[in-house]
């Protein structure tokens, strides 16, 4: 099993940064792609940004130039980098770990991005 939690999220004002952090533990050996969800009022979660074990990264289109996903294999941890923040990127952010057999998530953790 893995186990994933998140740390970082806060409040920001449009334009600001915020740095979100995963921590991984547990089997994290098998862990390919790690990457970030995030979730809005009454909808579905979304990616963000993945990372693979060669250091591939994917973004959605409403992150590409702002955010950064990078990822520390030896301490089992990834980071995401948000600048110049907007209102709508106010959501629940969740770390993600697709595994072969399970998918894991860690709790979450808020951003609230003020105009």
């Known amino acids: 099993q893995v186990q994933l939690v998140e740390s970082g999220g806060g409040l920001a004002q449009a334009g600001g940064s915020l740095t979100l952090s995963c921590a991984a533990s547990?089997?994290?050996?098998?862990?390919?792609?790690i990457g970030w969800y995030r979730q809005h009022v009454r909808n579905d979660r979304d990616l963000v940004a993945t990372?693979?074990?060669?250091?591939?990264?994917d973004y959605a289109d409403s992150v590409k130039g702002r955010f950064t996903i990078s990822r520390d294999n030896a301490k089992n941890t990834v980071t995401l980098q948000m600048n110049n923040l907007k209102p709508e990127d106010t959501a629940v952010y969740y770390c993600?770990?697709?595994?072969?057999?399970?998918?894991?998530w860690g709790q979450g953790t808020q951003v609230t991005v003020s105009s």
């Open positions: 993600n770990a697709p595994m072969c057999d399970h998918e894991y």
């Open positions: 547990g089997k994290t050996r098998s862990i390919v792609t």
């Open positions: 990372i693979d074990s060669a250091g591939l990264t």
